[in-house]
């Protein structure tokens, strides 16, 4: 028995002095410039604003303060930046997980001597120190260009091994074509080439397929994914957060992608919610992704966003403190109820008090009680029972040359407290206008993807004036672009698990009709129907042809109850239509949408139809039918049934005492409805 015991002594000895396998660390470069040199011509973009963001994500996945680096402005020269990767690659180790971010301009700079591009030039990085153009003593000596950007992540990569992981993010881009959008939003990047007078470029016969420099290198490729908030022949918009302060859009997303996640999933999941999100913001914008986007995000070390929340802190007014926020979908509103720490079925156990959020910052929030205030001095759990899609917002910038008409446009918008005027960043600009073919002045209203929400004829040499009727239509473009906008951002939080047993699939293909019924003959793959973008494209029907594109929708339903399915088309104009129930036939309503338990429906074949562009669907399923035709027509005589029906009605307030109360829009509870998203581009047909 004593041999017995000392030999287990001894097992125990030996295990406790046998040195555990070391965990990968995670490390982090960011550099962030939003003002550069004054000397270098490049304009002061948000920048800042996105450290305010990636830091504290990459703080909740597990990253220690001091492995995040931060280079901002003025250390952010190229020596800087350079000095930076090499202090990242030299404290680096085998099976590290390491993110790079860059948030700042970009630019496409003359062939170095490599002669090793297909379009004859360099995609670069521009550090604090780089001048925008050539000349005048500058050859393009601070631009940190992608082939040694390239060179130094490769061996940062050799160093992590197959076993480590590298995420690039580029929050720039590098050319682009000018657009009158620049003149209203911020962009990051610009048009115009950094290159010598008369530089004859060389075009590359072996990169005419190949994309940026940094990417080309198979080598080791498993072990590194790149993400770019646009391609590489658009600018990059910026977005405003739920703040309205301006900020990256590829940063923005991530966050939000990462927050609102609940478990592991790879990169290509990952980057369908940042591009969705984008989109949603600017739906011109294409972001892209390149390397093994099967990798699990940071090498499988990712930490999950916790269904349980506590409280964080008491407040001296009976206030709390709750440690969730905007970028988890948290905002203003949202209804919470709270439960002793050792309840686990929310469903049906009773809350020992409800609140609401009355201030959402980007990572907590404060919540005030709506019933007695519980004891102070016991832990809780909180549960949010409805969260809100945010305030439906919009930034207006007049900018016409006659003071009588611009006072008079104000004073039609000033009573809206959603319409925000002459902010920087805007999302519209009124403006007199000459276009450069025709030469005709106008006055147009136009976003900032160029599209004209409403124009008219406004000759300079004219005394000009608007109409009441006239008045009246500018302030419809506005609130309709304000509408379609709010509505394309919409989508249910991927951390939800409501209807996670409902499954839904768009399958694309060719639609045939015969004797006036369509019928889906062929169905195609995603990668059939994707563009070199990396976009879903339809080529417009034509009813005179018996074949078409399009798709039909089909759900599974697994849930161990009924369910209902309808489904809003915010169209490229503007226009928001309900499909489903079907506007064309005046019988039809939302119990024809009703799917059984354990049963399957698929939609008639769906074609698409000018005009052309994005289209953004949504897919709504609910426990109970919705009248959203009615709401949205206004004939309907009931009163408002579910919380989406509130929200959907809200959005569609028209009159003035209405809307002047601001831009209040009902919160939506968390377990009646799930929003899918379906983004396509509607194109000519061939």
């Known amino acids: 028995m004593r041999f017995f015991i000392a030999l287990i002594s001894l097992f125990i000895l030996i295990a406790s002095a046998t040195p555990k396998a070391t965990e990968p660390r995670k490390l982090a470069l960011i550099i962030a410039i939003g003002s550069y040199d004054s000397i270098t011509g490049w304009k002061s973009i948000s920048s800042l604003n996105d450290i305010n963001y990636m830091k504290p994500a990459l703080l909740a996945q597990g990253f220690a303060e001091n492995d995040i680096q931060i280079l901002k402005d003025k250390d952010a020269t190229r020596a800087g930046i350079v000095a930076a990767i090499d202090r990242l690659t030299a404290g680096a180790k085998p099976g590290d997980i390491i993110v790079f971010h860059f948030s700042g301009h970009g630019q496409q700079i003359f062939d170095d001597g490599r002669k090793d591009e297909s379009d004859g030039y360099d995609e670069a990085l521009v550090p604090y120190d780089a001048n925008m153009r050539y000349g005048n003593g500058y050859t393009g000596q601070n631009h940190l260009r992608d082939d040694e950007l390239g060179d130094r992540l490769k061996q940062l990569r050799k160093i992590i091994g197959k076993d480590g992981s590298l995420l690039v993010l580029l929050d720039a881009c590098h050319s682009g074509t000018a657009t009158r959008g620049q003149d209203i939003a911020v962009t990051r990047g610009a048009d115009e080439k950094c290159e010598p007078a008369g530089y004859s470029k060389t075009i590359s016969a072996s990169r005419g397929t190949e994309v940026g420099g940094v990417f080309d290198d198979k080598e080791l490729l498993s072990n590194m994914v790149v993400i770019s908030a646009a391609s590489a022949d658009q600018l990059n918009y910026e977005t405003k957060d739920a703040d309205r302060n301006g900020v990256g859009s590829l940063s923005y997303a991530f966050c939000r992608a990462l927050a609102q996640t609940?478990?592991?999933?790879?990169?290509?999941?990952?980057?369908?919610?940042?591009?969705?999100?984008?989109?949603?913001?600017?739906?011109?914008?294409?972001?892209?992704?390149?390397?093994?986007?099967?990798?699990?995000?940071?090498?499988?070390?990712?930490?999950?966003?916790?269904?349980?929340?506590?409280?964080?802190?008491?407040?001296?007014?009976?206030?709390?403190?709750?440690?969730?926020?905007?970028?988890?979908?948290?905002?203003?509103?949202?209804?919470?109820?709270?439960?002793?720490?050792?309840?686990?079925?929310?469903?049906?156990?009773?809350?020992?008090?409800?609140?609401?959020?009355?201030?959402?910052?980007?990572?907590?929030?404060?919540?005030?009680?709506?019933?007695?205030?519980?004891?102070?001095?016991?832990?809780?759990?909180?549960?949010?029972?409805?969260?809100?899609?945010?305030?439906?917002?919009?930034?207006?910038?007049?900018?016409?040359?006659?003071?009588?008409?611009?006072?008079?446009?104000?004073?039609?918008?000033?009573?809206?407290?959603?319409?925000?005027?002459?902010?920087?960043?805007?999302?519209?600009?009124?403006?007199?206008?000459?276009?450069?073919?025709?030469?005709?002045?106008?006055?147009?209203?136009?976003?900032?993807?160029?599209?004209?929400?409403?124009?008219?004829?406004?000759?300079?040499?004219?005394t000009n004036k608007l109409s009441e009727t006239e008045t009246e239509g500018i302030w419809q473009s506005v609130k309709q672009y304000s509408r379609a906008q709010y509505l394309r951002t919409i989508a249910t939080a991927s951390d939800a698990k409501v209807f996670e047993y409902v499954q839904i699939e768009f399958i694309p293909g060719t639609i045939k009709t015969i004797n006036g019924i369509d019928s889906l003959i062929v169905s195609k793959s995603m990668p059939q129907i994707t563009n070199a973008h990396g976009e879903?494209?339809?080529?417009?029907?034509?009813?005179?042809?018996?074949?078409?594109?399009?798709?039909?929708?089909?759900?599974?339903?697994?849930?161990?109850?009924?369910?209902?399915?309808?489904?809003?088309?915010?169209?490229?104009?503007?226009?928001?239509?309900?499909?489903?129930?079907?506007?064309?036939?005046?019988?039809?309503?939302?119990?024809?949408?009703?799917?059984?338990?354990?049963?399957?429906?698929?939609?008639?074949?769906?074609?698409?139809?000018?005009?052309?562009?994005?289209?953004?669907?949504?897919?709504?399923?609910?426990?109970?039918a919705m009248d959203l035709k009615a709401i949205q027509s206004r004939s309907t005589s009931r009163g408002i049934g579910s919380s989406f029906e509130s929200f959907y009605n809200d959005t569609f307030k028209d009159d003035q005492t209405q809307n002047s109360r601001g831009p209040k829009v009902a919160p939506v509870k968390v377990d009646e409805i799930k929003i899918v998203p379906f983004t396509y581009n509607i194109v000519k047909r061939k």
């Not at 399009?550 to 369910?563: E, K, W």
Request: glycine residues 4%; without cysteine.
């Open 262 to 462: 609940s478990g592991p999933i790879n990169y290509k999941i990952l980057f369908e919610k940042i591009k969705t999100d984008i989109q949603s913001w600017k739906p011109f914008q294409n972001p892209q992704i390149e390397g093994n986007t099967d990798q699990q995000v940071l090498g499988g070390k990712y930490v999950e966003t916790a269904d349980i929340i506590r409280v964080d802190r008491w407040n001296n007014n009976n206030t709390i403190d709750i440690p969730r926020g905007t970028i988890h979908a948290i905002a203003k509103g949202a209804k919470f109820n709270l439960f002793p720490v050792d309840i686990t079925d929310f469903s049906t156990a009773k809350p020992i008090a409800s609140g609401e959020i009355i201030d959402a910052g980007m990572v907590k929030s404060t919540g005030s009680f709506t019933t007695a205030v519980p004891e102070r001095n016991k832990a809780y759990n909180v549960v949010f029972e409805s969260k809100s899609f945010g305030e439906m917002t919009v930034a207006v910038k007049i900018d016409v040359p006659q003071p009588d008409v611009a006072a008079l446009l104000r004073e039609k918008m000033k009573p809206f407290q959603y319409i925000m005027l002459d902010q920087p960043n805007s999302d519209i600009s009124i403006t007199a206008y000459t276009d450069p073919k025709t030469k005709q002045q106008l006055l147009q209203v136009v976003s900032t993807n160029d599209s004209v929400l409403w124009e008219k004829p406004w000759p300079a040499s004219a």
């Open 536 to 624: 879903i494209e339809f080529a417009e029907a034509n009813d005179d042809e018996t074949e078409n594109e399009g798709f039909v929708i089909r759900i599974r339903n697994l849930q161990d109850y009924p369910i209902y399915l309808s489904v809003l088309d915010i169209m490229p104009d503007n226009a928001i239509a309900v499909i489903i129930p079907d506007p064309s036939d005046v019988n039809s309503t939302a119990d024809d949408y009703k799917i059984s338990s354990r049963q399957t429906f698929v939609t008639r074949p769906i074609k698409l139809y000018p005009p052309y562009g994005k289209d953004f669907m949504k897919i709504l399923i609910t426990k109970n």
